[in-house]
């Protein structure tokens, strides 16, 4: 999808889009019929986009790209090229599954652990309707299956599918199924948004997450498995933000 106020950051393609312009181009989209591959990039992403080449493809090929962390909308400022605002997957999510109910859309939540995501299911069941479930499945599949998987979500009737699996697994995954999905109006990884919404993860106060503290938030939960996606890659990110600044002439 062409967008003049696309920017490129770091190796990664970034749509200077607000919440509600993006929230805009996906009910356009899906009264027109039309899929829309969506992806959102935090510093960890972009840090893991410089040498996965595969990851770098699946992001920057996508119709959407937001800026789900803080650090990104800094970034982008830092260099001169300034984003609108930042993005959030999971208030995007929570905004999209809100129209989906309103226009009687369907939604299909694929990911997560199986407790996980019937807890999402009944969630959304309760505060909506049950008539908004396409259809749903956990997270935890091999290889093989993949396919069977993207064939199963595009039967559904879903207009749109949210994949709550870790990065890079979602991103190449909508990437390299979109044509079996085709028919789904919006594609979007939610990473570990699932968790939130069943209750199993705190978010981060409101002040925290404005000041770009939520990634410290998360880190305090659980310090034995963020420490090094969060402290190691934030430094890396820091570092390929001041190499791009001062390496122009």
């Known amino acids: 999808m062409s967008n003049p106020l696309r920017i490129k950051i ?20 899906i009264q027109a019929g039309e899929q ?38 800094w970034a982008s400022r830092f260099l001169g090229k300034p984003l609108k605002e930042r ?21 299909f939540l694929f990911g997560a652990k199986e407790d996980v995501v019937k807890m999402v299911v009944e969630k959304y069941s309760e505060i909506y309707s049950p008539n908004i479930i396409a259809g749903y499945r956990n997270g935890y599949f091999s290889p093989s299956e993949e396919k069977e998987i993207a064939q199963q979500i595009a ?4 207009q749109m599918l949210f ?13 390299k199924y979109r044509d079996i999905l085709k028919n789904v109006n919006l594609i979007m990884g939610v990473g570990g948004s699932f968790d939130v919404v ?3 993860t705190k978010r981060a106060p409101t002040w ?14 659980e310090p034995r498995r963020m420490w090094k996606r969060y402290l190691v890659g ?16």
Do not use: C
Not at 87 to 107: C, F, Q, R, S, T
Not at 163 to 175: D, H
């Open 10 to 29: 770091l190796n990664s393609t970034i749509d200077n889009l607000s919440m509600q312009e993006t929230l805009a181009l996906v009910q356009e989209k």
């Open 36 to 73: 829309l591959h969506h992806v959102v990039v935090n510093a960890g992403k972009v840090v893991s986009m410089q040498k996965d080449s595969e990851l770098r493809q699946s992001v920057n090929h996508s119709d959407i790209i937001n800026a789900d962390g803080q650090a990104v909308v």
């Open 87 to 107: 993005v959030a997957g999971i208030d995007l999510m929570a905004n999209l599954v809100e129209m989906a109910h309103k226009n009687n859309y369907k939604i």
């Open 155 to 158: 039967d559904s009737g879903t």
């Open 163 to 175: 994949v709550a699996i870790s990065s890079p697994i979602k991103e190449n995954f909508l990437f």
């Open 198 to 200: 069943a209750g199993k």
């Open 208 to 221: 925290m997450q404005k000041a770009g503290l939520e990634w410290f938030y998360r880190f305090a939960q």
């Open 234 to 249: 934030n430094s890396k990110f820091i570092y390929l933000v001041l190499r791009e600044r001062f390496s122009k002439k």
